[in-house]
């Protein structure tokens, strides 16, 4: 049996293939040189491939703009934030820049921007933030959101040959608790959601950390007779309204669950898509789950009741299943 390979492993691995199979991939960051970034999702990557694994400034803004640059003159960047958090240092070049370039010149910009996301332990307000709808807000950008090894690893080799700038939304709570028996040759397409979990009781749409809470929660259920289904988006953009609507045809019921703050996220954006487009389907009014509406608070007790958890989401399907 092959070595187990980690959530965070199948980053390093799908670098490493993409760095050795493309002269125009390199990686950008800080400290992800000799050190092996910040998480070690780099680990070794400089020594194996002089010259493209390269230290930054501590300058998100210059980190981005010189990727771009780099993108417009026909390399492909994959540049690496410490924390999503600080990727808002850089949301000009983001955004405003590589966002809008293609619309404006007709010249690709292939940039991949690694945002370590979400909530740990002890984390606290600067270090545990989820921006995925943030960066869907704006045309121009593909959001991935990758909730299991599999997918970690197949998406950002991916990401890393759309000619299109992708945001890829790994979760750093998954870099080590997450494990899979091998690396997959091949995966789902970009912008297609996965049934993880098939019901007929309730949906439940997800994804990154929140996918795994998610199937605990739908496994609590089978005791009190209930099959939940669960879908994994996935990408939040493009979002896979189809697989969405289908899911809830069969469910008649919907709740949408993200580790993200809840006003204007994927998660309102999701019930908005299936109240325009699929409100006959629905037998009870849609819901979501989010964490509160507060920054990320360092205790690990506060942060434990601020994030969903598969017991708080069983008991908003609970409400759900009696409406």
Known sequence: ????ITYLEAICAAQRKALAEDPRVFIYGQDVGNFGGAFKATKNLAKEFPGRVLDSPISEDAMVGMAIGAAIEGMRPIVEMQFADFSTCGLNQIVNHAGTLFFRTEVPCPLVVRLPSGGNTAGGPFHSQN????????????????????????MLLEAIKIDDPVIFCEH?????????EKLPTEGLPVGKARITRPGRDATIVTYSAMLHESLAAAEELVGDGYEIEVVDLRSVKPLDTDTILASVARTGRLLVVSEAFPWGGVAAEVVARVTAEGFGLLDAPPQRLNSKDTPVPFHPALWGTHRPTASTI??????????
């Open 1 to 4: 049996m092959n070595h187990s």
């Open 131 to 154: 921006l995925e709808a943030l960066y869907a807000h704006y045309p121009g950008l593909v959001v991935m959101t990758p909730a299991t090894v599999e997918d970690v690893y197949t």
């Open 172 to 180: 750093k709570f998954l870099y080590y608790h997450l494990k899979a």
């Open 314 to 323: 069983a008991s908003a399907l609970h409400r759900l299943l009696k409406l």
